[in-house]
């Protein structure tokens, strides 16, 4: 994940009047990706390097321990190297030697043809082995919890729509489950996200949570939709796609359920701009049968809306 930065080039001005706008600028990014600029946080790898290291991604996880491992390894063949002849069977002064020497102690694979041959370099051996182990320790952690980090494929639609529910207005989100298995209990949230001024003529973001039609499914198998009545009571009521751009609509939706095959909790978010919701369409019908009588869906169509 793409960590926040510091741009001191980048003048940041606060006021509580409204600033310029920050369209695209989500609360809630649909990537990995952060677009968020955090000022005045103090960015220190060391006080929360477990964290860290859990929200890389893979490949720069990988990186990250390969090139750990390297350093450490370089390092000691470094002070293998301050003795000359500290290595049994080494080249004099051959750094490859004492680098690969270093790497038969870090792992404990100890091959017998290269052996400490001095006091010192018992010493700095067993230095090593003791670094070695808890490198391997710590690496096997993370590694087991990255893969056991419980996570919830759900798959939101690429936009909202406000259509016609019962002859009423409404706010939809559909949701799908990517899994076999089922999300047990699964509750969703809708929160809008816009530009509002106060009576003392201040800027806020504010937030207002919607009253969902159902917002709980004892079991979440295939899909799901969020439904949302605009009525007077709506923080939406009387938003046209103009209003909803103008105070820079964000629609947050959140999901949370107990995975049945893990036992564990697992979660989702994604969210909506104001370009991103489509008034007076609704979405494209994905359920079917197949030709012996299996309920089907189709998820070809899952993004797919119709102008009603």
């Given at each position: 994940?793409?960590?926040?930065?510091?741009?001191?080039?980048?003048?940041?001005?606060?006021?509580?009047?409204?600033?310029?706008?920050?369209?695209?600028?989500?609360?809630?990014?649909?990537?990995?990706?952060?677009?968020?600029?955090?000022?005045?946080?103090?960015?220190?790898?060391?006080?929360?390097?477990?964290?860290?290291?859990?929200?890389?991604?893979?490949?720069?996880?990988?990186?990250?321990?390969?090139?750990?491992?390297?350093?450490?390894?370089?390092?000691?063949?470094?002070?293998?190297?301050?003795?000359?002849?500290?290595?049994?069977?080494?080249?004099?002064?051959?750094?490859?030697?004492?680098?690969?020497?270093?790497?038969?102690?870090?792992?404990?694979?100890?091959?017998?043809?290269?052996?400490?041959?001095?006091?010192?370099?018992?010493?700095?051996?067993?230095?090593?082995?003791?670094?070695?182990?808890?490198?391997?320790?710590?690496?096997?952690?993370?590694?087991?919890?990255?893969?056991?980090?419980?996570?919830?494929?759900?798959?939101?639609?690429?936009?909202?729509?406000?259509?016609?529910?019962?002859?009423?207005?409404?706010?939809?989100?559909?949701?799908?489950?990517?899994?076999?298995?089922?999300?047990?209990?699964?509750?969703?949230?809708?929160?809008?996200?816009?530009?509002?001024?106060?009576?003392?003529?201040?800027?806020?973001?504010?937030?207002?949570?919607?009253?969902?039609?159902?917002?709980?499914?004892?079991?979440?198998?295939?899909?799901?939709?969020?439904?949302?009545?605009?009525?007077?009571?709506?923080?939406?009521?009387?938003?046209?796609?103009?209003?909803?751009?103008?105070?820079?609509?964000?629609?947050?939706?959140?999901?949370?359920?107990?995975?049945?095959?893990?036992?564990?909790?697992?979660?989702?978010?994604?969210?909506?701009?104001?370009?991103?919701?489509?008034?007076?369409?609704?979405?494209?019908?994905?359920?079917?049968?197949t030709a012996d009588g299996r309920r089907a869906i189709d998820y070809r169509r899952f993004h797919d809306t119709v102008a009603e």
């Amino acid at each position: 994940m793409k960590r926040p930065t510091h741009r001191k080039s980048q003048p940041v001005v606060f006021t509580d009047r409204k600033p310029a706008s920050t369209k695209g600028a989500r609360i809630v990014s649909r990537s990995s990706a952060d677009r968020l600029l955090r000022v005045g946080l103090r960015a220190n790898w060391r006080s929360d390097l477990y964290y860290r290291s859990l929200t890389l991604n893979w490949w720069q996880f990988i990186l990250m321990s390969a090139l750990v491992y390297l350093a450490a390894n370089v390092i000691f063949a470094g002070l293998y190297l301050i003795q000359p002849g500290s290595i049994l069977n080494a080249r004099p002064g051959s750094f490859a030697d004492a680098f690969f020497f270093s790497v038969e102690t870090f792992a404990t694979v100890g091959y017998g043809v290269l052996s400490p041959a001095t006091t010192y370099a018992n010493w700095v051996m067993t230095l090593e082995t003791l670094v070695g182990l808890m490198m391997v320790a710590l690496t096997t952690g993370l590694l087991f919890a990255r893969v056991s980090r419980p996570t919830a494929r759900v798959l939101f639609s690429e936009v909202a729509v406000i259509g016609q529910h019962n002859g009423q207005p409404c706010l939809m989100i559909r949701l799908g489950n990517q899994r076999l298995s089922q999300i047990v209990d699964a509750r969703v949230s809708v929160t809008i996200l816009r530009n509002e001024i106060t009576t003392e003529g201040r800027f806020i973001r504010r937030f207002h949570d919607l009253k969902l039609l159902r917002e709980r499914t004892p079991v979440f198998a295939l899909s799901f939709t969020a439904m949302h009545i605009i009525d007077k009571s709506s923080p939406l009521f009387g938003l046209d796609a103009a209003e909803m751009a103008r105070s820079e609509v964000e629609v947050l939706v959140t999901v949370t359920g107990l995975d049945e095959t893990m036992g564990q909790v697992v979660h989702a978010r994604s969210s909506y701009t104001a370009d991103e919701i489509r008034i007076g369409h609704r979405y494209a019908d994905v359920f079917g049968s197949t030709a012996d009588g299996r309920r089907a869906i189709d998820y070809r169509r899952f993004h797919d809306t119709v102008a009603e």
